[in-house]
Nanobody, 115 residues
């Protein structure tokens, strides 16, 4: 059993910054990939950023240059630093952790970008 708990969401003005955190707990063996997805009302869930255990990263084109994903393997935690936020970034953000043949999801944390 693995549980993912997200934190750091909230309301921020356009151009502002937020940092999301996701800590995994439970039966942790080896997390290969961790990532952040987001889903806005009426839209499909989309990948925002992902990071492999070794540190390689992938970003959605819409967030490249603005968001940075990182992880602390010792603490089984992944972060998403979000800068220069836009209204289009408003969504529910979900943490994801991938193991061999299995993945887990967090409960989601709301990010709202509005003036």
């Amino acid at each position: 059993q693995v549980q993912l708990v997200e934190s750091g969401g909230g309301l921020v003005q356009p151009g502002g910054s937020l940092t999301l955190s996701c800590a995994a707990s439970g039966t942790i063996l080896r997390i290969y990939n961790m990532g952040w997805y987001r889903q806005a009302p009426g839209k499909q869930r989309e990948l925002v950023a992902a990071i492999a255990r070794g540190g390689s990263t992938n970003y959605a084109d819409s967030v490249k240059g603005r968001f940075t994903i990182s992880r602390d393997n010792a603490k089984n935690t992944v972060f998403l630093q979000m800068n220069s936020l836009k209204s289009e970034d408003t969504a529910e953000y979900y943490c994801n952790a991938q193991f061999i043949g299995k993945e887990y999801w967090g409960q989601g944390t709301q990010v709202t970008v509005s003036s």
